[in-house]
């Protein structure tokens, strides 16, 4: 019995083991994650400062005049830091959805409540969440400098301090020992409270930066209105050229196989050399009509994109089309598959009109990925005058775009040269 119980007791120690464990990771992860938020927010807070001491400016200097010069201006760099901090919170957290836009003309955003809300958001980021954001920073300094006093406090000048407070002087390894329990303190304050620090910070963003209960969301649902049925177009057109592409080449082949191989069949006995002739068609028939197959198969969603993604893709393509073409990605993190193929068929698309319609001698293709968007860049030589109503694809490329929430630009001057930029979210 009491092997038993001792063998009982032992097992049971290992079993909360792992609790511990997971529960240290998991503290140490939220830190962590909370710091990264903490430092991402100093970035904004340090703009916040900026523009608070540039509105503080321009009011004083409207006594005068000079200040309503610089309005426009400022009212633009303040509702793009606002934008700004969105892209920031949704990447740390669920959507914050930005309300209509707001204006840039004085007299307007005097009245205009997203105008005022985000000047309340501006006072308290920069300050509260430049605090907050400098805590991020500082907590960590502070605590691997106490740990680690021990290590080299025989190193430092007699009269060093021995904590990062500036407190006390290193003169025994008590006093040593003594730093390095301060730093085990900023530890847990790290461990324990940056979660609810990173939390604090967002708030103001997260109430004062979102669509407000006196904000008109009218134009937002017809914009979204909108989306939705650029998205079923987009769909319904794909519907049609996989339906197209399968009645006009694969099923008319499959038919004329069908064919031969009758013709075959009822030739094998009076004519073999016929027959085998038929054969050889029908054969040369079903290989083709496998490789519109495959051809259809992959513009439905490419392979390529999974197996090399979306670089090696668009290499792909620049390798097969007639106008040299240089690819400049810069994606360290994968975009979502539908985000991907649409990027993916918006290059082929426009690849494909730069070799039809411009007359380029060069082209070229830049992705870069930064804030939670996929950004593409399509730019030719050619002789540009390139026109949605012209029937080149552009209207199909943009209702691709749109069903993603995404936007496009088109500058295509008569002469050239032309540039396609397209904005699309990584995460949809």
Same mark, same amino acid.
């Given at each position: 019995?009491?092997?038993?119980?001792?063998? #009982?007791?032992?097992?049971?120690r290992?079993?909360?083991?792992?609790g511990?464990?997971?529960?240290?990771v998991r503290?140490?992860?939220?830190?962590?994650?909370a710091?990264?938020e903490?430092?991402?927010?100093?970035?904004?807070a340090?703009?916040?400062?900026?523009?608070?001491?540039?509105?503080?400016v321009?009011?004083?200097?409207s %006594?005068?005049g000079v200040?309503?010069?610089?309005?426009?201006?400022l009212?633009?760099?303040l509702?793009?830091?606002?934008?700004?901090?969105?892209h920031r919170?949704?990447?740390?957290?669920?959507?914050v959805?930005?309300?209509?836009?707001?204006?840039?003309?004085?007299?307007?955003?005097?009245?205009d409540?997203t105008?005022?809300?985000?000047?309340?958001?501006?006072?308290?980021?920069?300050?509260?969440?430049?605090l907050?954001g400098l805590?991020?920073v500082?907590?960590?300094?502070?605590a691997?400098?106490d740990?680690?006093?021990?290590?080299?406090?025989?190193?430092?000048p007699?009269?060093?301090?021995?904590?990062s407070?500036?407190?006390?002087?290193?003169?025994?390894w008590?006093?040593?020992?003594?730093?390095?329990?301060?730093?085990?303190g900023?530890?847990?304050?790290?461990?324990?409270?940056?979660?609810?620090?990173a939390?604090l910070?967002a708030?103001?963003?997260?109430i004062?930066?979102? *669509?407000?209960?006196?904000?008109d969301?009218?134009l937002?649902?017809?914009?979204l209105?909108?989306?939705r049925?650029?998205?079923?177009d987009?769909h319904?057109i794909e519907?049609?050229?996989?339906?197209?592409s399968?009645h006009?080449?694969?099923?008319n082949?499959?038919?004329?196989? *069908?064919?031969?191989?009758?013709?075959?069949?009822?030739?094998v006995?009076?004519?073999?050399s016929?027959?085998?002739?038929?054969?050889?068609?029908?054969?040369?028939?079903?290989?083709?009509?496998?490789s519109e197959?495959?051809?259809?198969?992959?513009?439905?969603?490419?392979?390529v994109?999974?197996?090399?993604?979306?670089a090696?893709?668009?290499?792909?393509?620049?390798?097969?089309?007639?106008?040299?073409c240089?690819?400049d990605? $810069?994606?360290? $993190?994968?975009?979502?598959?539908?985000?991907?193929?649409?990027?993916?068929?918006?290059?082929?698309?426009?690849l494909?009109?730069?070799?039809k319609?411009?007359?380029?001698?060069?082209a070229?293709v830049?992705?870069?990925s930064r804030?939670?968007?996929?950004? %593409?860049?399509i730019?030719?030589?050619?002789?540009?005058g390139?026109?949605?109503? #012209?029937?080149s694809?552009?209207?199909?490329?943009?209702?691709?775009i749109a069903?993603?929430?995404?936007?496009l630009?088109?500058?295509s001057?008569?002469?050239?040269?032309?540039?396609?930029?397209? $904005?699309?979210?990584?995460?949809l």
């Amino acid at each position: 019995m009491p092997s038993s119980t001792g063998e #009982g007791g032992s097992g049971s120690r290992p079993e909360g083991r792992p609790g511990i464990r997971a529960t240290v990771v998991r503290a140490a992860n939220e830190a962590v994650a909370a710091l990264g938020e903490l430092v991402g927010g100093l970035g904004t807070a340090l703009l916040a400062l900026v523009v608070l001491i540039w509105s503080a400016v321009t009011a004083v200097t409207s %006594l005068v005049g000079v200040g309503l010069l610089m309005a426009p201006a400022l009212l633009r760099a303040l509702h793009a830091l606002a934008g700004r901090e969105r892209h920031r919170l949704g990447r740390r957290g669920p959507e914050v959805f930005a309300p209509d836009p707001a204006p840039t003309r004085l007299r307007l955003a005097l009245v205009d409540p997203t105008t005022r809300r985000e000047l309340r958001w501006l006072a308290r980021h920069a300050s509260l969440g430049l605090l907050l954001g400098l805590s991020g920073v500082l907590l960590p300094v502070l605590a691997a400098r106490d740990v680690t006093f021990p290590l080299y406090w025989r190193l430092l000048p007699e009269d060093a301090t021995s904590t990062s407070l500036g407190i006390g002087v290193a003169q025994t390894w008590a006093d040593a020992l003594a730093a390095a329990l301060l730093g085990l303190g900023w530890t847990a304050i790290i461990l324990g409270l940056t979660p609810a620090m990173a939390r604090l910070q967002a708030r103001p963003g997260r109430i004062l930066l979102a *669509a407000g209960p006196d904000t008109d969301l009218s134009l937002r649902v017809a914009e979204l209105t909108a989306t939705r049925a650029a998205a079923l177009d987009a769909h319904a057109i794909e519907l049609r050229r996989i339906e197209r592409s399968l009645h006009d080449g694969t099923q008319n082949r499959l038919v004329t196989v *069908a064919v031969l191989l009758g013709a075959a069949r009822r030739m094998v006995a009076r004519d073999p050399s016929g027959a085998d002739e038929l054969l050889e068609r029908a054969q040369s028939a079903a290989e083709q009509a496998l490789s519109e197959l495959r051809s259809v198969a992959r513009g439905i969603l490419p392979p390529v994109l999974a197996d090399r993604g979306l670089a090696g893709a668009l290499t792909g393509l620049a390798a097969s089309c007639p106008v040299p073409c240089r690819i400049d990605v $810069e994606a360290p $993190e994968r975009c979502a598959a539908s985000v991907e193929a649409t990027a993916y068929f918006v290059v082929a698309e426009t690849l494909t009109n730069i070799a039809k319609h411009s007359g380029a001698r060069q082209a070229g293709v830049t992705v870069r990925s930064r804030g939670g968007r996929l950004f %593409l860049d399509i730019t030719d030589d050619g002789r540009g005058g390139a026109d949605e109503a #012209g029937g080149s694809g552009l209207t199909g490329i943009r209702n691709r775009i749109a069903a993603h929430d995404g936007t496009l630009e088109l500058a295509s001057p008569p002469g050239g040269p032309t540039t396609l930029k397209v $904005e699309l979210p990584c995460g949809l």
